[in-house]
T-cell receptor, first 114, second 117 residues
Framework: KQEVTQIPAALSVPEGENLVLNCSFT??????LQWFRQDPGKGLTSLLLIQSSQREQTSGRLNASLDKSSGRSTLYIAASQPGDSATYLCAVRIRAGANSKLTFGKGITLSVRP | NAGVMQNPRHLVRRRGQEARLRCSPM?????VYWYRQLPEEGLKFMVY????????ESGMPKERFSAEFPKEGPSILRIQQVVRGDSAAYFC???????????????FGPGTRLTVL
């Protein structure tokens, strides 16, 4: 059974700091891995999607890496801003097709202090 | 192209009542997924549907919960005889049937927050 872990549960950093959010998963046989952002009381916004054959993806100040063999992914946020404050969720997808559910971690709640 | 729509956004029910949550997928999407987010927990998969078919319901509680995605109209998640433990945010997601690994993602709605009194 696939399990996704995100530690720590919460993180507080000063504005401008570069930071890394960690995600680990128990079964390396994944189809893809996705990082989402969730603002309080809101839905999920997809940030980056990494296919199992890829090592990293970049979008603006965000960079996500994937090490499938060790069951780890990191989300790197450069020059953090107060607007980055949110909960960041990592999710893995086992395979395409009929069994396409996402398995989520509990998320990391990030607070960026001005 | 409107995103995934869910209504109501907030729903309050008393114990024993029924809750009906609606999800309209993005235009052109034929796959719908329901997830539940309990307080202080991550999102948990409940059910995956295509038009008129339940593909995977391995995350659905055995009793009181049902889901449908009819040929016409939104997908419905129905909870009968609600209990306080059903209080949670229920998210719907949709995806296109393309199977393109580079874009094969799920698009999430804003969620319905159910409170059972």
């Amino acid at each position: 059974k696939q399990e996704v872990t995100q530690i720590p549960a919460a993180l507080s950093v000063p504005e401008g700091e570069n930071l890394v959010l960690n995600c680990s998963f128990t079964d390396s046989a994944i189809y893809n891995l996705q990082w989402f952002r969730q603002d309080p009381g809101k839905g999920l916004t997809s940030l980056l999607l990494i296919q199992s054959s890829q090592r990293e993806q970049t979008s603006g100040r965000l960079n996500a890496s994937l090490d499938k063999s060790s069951g780890r992914s990191t989300l790197y946020i450069a020059a953090s801003q107060p607007g980055d404050s949110a909960t960041y969720l990592c999710a893995v997808r086992i395979r395409a097709g009929a069994n396409s559910k996402l398995t989520f971690g509990k998320g990391i709640t990030l607070s960026v202090r001005p | 192209n409107a995103g995934v729509m869910q209504n109501p956004r907030h729903l309050v029910r008393r114990r024993g009542q029924e809750a009906r949550l609606r999800c309209s997928p993005m235009k052109g999407h034929s796959h719908v997924y329901w997830y539940r987010q309990l307080p202080e927990e991550g999102l948990k998969f409940m059910v995956y549907l295509q038009k008129e078919n339940i593909i995977d319901e391995s995350g659905m509680p055995k009793e009181r919960f049902s889901a449908e995605f009819p040929k016409e109209g939104p997908s419905i998640l129905r909870i009968q005889q609600v209990v306080r433990g059903d209080s949670a945010a229920y998210f719907c997601a949709s995806s296109p049937p393309t199977g393109n690994p580079n874009t094969d993602t799920q698009y999430f709605g804003p969620g319905t927050r159910l409170t059972v009194l």
